[in-house]
């Protein structure tokens, strides 16, 4: 199998969470933007916005939404009053796209992929949130939504914690029986 830089990336990032409280440098955050804004997207309608979330008052409120969220959904974690849907890091980012745009989920999606990616190559930590996802496209959601900026013909499709690693985990064994070649 080859291997390089790109590939090592993708088969040694972990899903972080647990984070260190500092913030993000300008270049680490707009390497990672950056990476998001080359995806590929479908016709290069590039259908998405990328809106980051640095304020503690906005991300306390979304965390208490998702917690409501979770707890009436029978997740037992989400009673403790220290629960964190982001898992404290300094920032989420969270990817809408025009849901006139056919294709615009799927390039969302990967804009975050790149992300993610490019977020474990420089040494920021990040996991995909998709409680943030699904409050903000909710009812419950759509104040912040709207305080956030997101355009009204905006769905949320993709969201992330994003910060500095304090603890790395365990790296977990990925299934072999997923391959289905058709000669």
Request: with cysteine; proline share 4%; charged share 30%.
């Amino acid at each position: 199998m080859r291997n390089n830089e790109v590939i090592k990336n993708i088969l040694e990032r972990r899903s972080i969470r647990s984070f260190k409280e500092d913030p993000l440098s300008e270049e680490d955050l707009l390497t990672i933007l950056n990476a998001g804004r080359h995806a590929p997207s479908g016709m290069n309608r590039q259908p998405w916005l990328f809106t980051v979330i640095k304020n503690k008052d906005i991300l306390k409120r979304i965390n208490e939404l998702c917690r409501q969220d979770m707890i009436n959904a029978g997740f037992e974690r989400a009673k403790d009053p220290n629960f964190c849907v982001y898992y404290n890091a300094p920032l989420v980012i969270v990817i809408s796209g025009d849901k006139n745009v056919p294709t615009a989920m799927y390039d969302c999606i990967l804009a975050m992929g790149n992300m993610l990616i490019s977020a474990w190559s420089i040494g920021v930590g990040a996991c995909w949130i998709h409680a943030i996802i699904r409050i903000l496209n909710s009812k419950e959601g759509e104040g912040i939504k709207r305080e956030l900026r997101i355009p009204e013909n905006h769905e949320i499709y993709a969201s992330g914690a994003f910060g500095y690693i304090k603890e790395i985990p365990e790296k977990k064994e990925k299934r072999e029986d997923v391959f289905n070649i058709i000669d």
